[in-house]
């Protein structure tokens, strides 16, 4: 026999709670508020936030990127239509600056926080919370491709909740000619909106 049997009781993998500031809360379903706001658009793609999913310890922006090829050289086409993949972030980091799409917030009192920061802090040396905001790249989306057309959306995580008042939501994107444009989000309703996110299970005490 060349494989042994494949056995029929394993211990259970033990998966670890992922800290509050890294991802959403596992048993929370979030509150859905529809913002439906074009971010940015250029001649080549469309920043779109149709919605934001808010939870008891933060929210999460869901982005959506339109693309097309238009006039634009293959290689840069390849880096628009990767734009919400972890490999476009290393690659962007090391080759091509450009080619990174920079998202962020600033809340009303200058405080700010951007995608570009994400990877550098996450936890604390002594693994107490880090000082917040945070804003992180959750590239867990889909994304559809035909042709000269592109779409792929993925979740920023803010953490913790924003202060109840307006705040920016800010997209910048050489290589998508998109220049610095914000658009302004309502604090308050998320704020408000994270007492309704519900409890998957809610008789579970887990």
């Not at 029929?8 to 670890?16: D, F, G, N």
């Not at 307006?166 to 408000?192: C, H, K, Q, R, Y």
Request: charged fraction near 15%; aromatic fraction near 10%.
């Amino acid at each position: 026999m060349f494989f042994d049997p494949v056995p029929t009781e394993q211990e259970p993998i033990a998966r670890p709670e992922l800290p509050p500031w890294s991802a959403p809360p596992s048993q929370e379903i979030g509150a859905v508020l529809a913002v439906e706001r074009v971010v940015a658009r250029s001649a080549n793609v469309v920043v779109l936030l149709p919605t934001i999913r808010v939870f008891s310890t933060g929210c999460m922006l869901d982005v959506e990127i339109a693309s097309r090829q238009g006039d634009l050289p293959a290689e840069d086409w390849w880096y628009v239509q990767l734009a919400g993949a972890p490999i476009a972030q290393a690659f962007g980091r090391g080759n091509r600056p450009d080619s990174l799409l920079r998202l962020g917030v600033r809340f009303a009192d200058g405080t700010k926080v951007t995608t570009l920061e994400w990877a550098q802090s996450t936890k604390s040396a002594s693994g107490d919370p880090p000082s917040g905001p945070l804003l992180s790249w959750l590239p867990m989306g889909s994304g559809m491709r035909g042709g000269e057309f592109g779409f792929n959306n993925f979740g920023l995580w803010l953490w913790p909740l924003p202060p109840a008042e307006n705040f920016e939501f800010a997209v910048e994107w050489p290589l998508g000619g998109v220049e610095l444009t914000t658009v302004e989000l309502d604090g308050a309703a998320i704020v408000s909106a994270s007492g309704r996110s519900a409890h998957c299970w809610p008789d579970s005490t887990g």
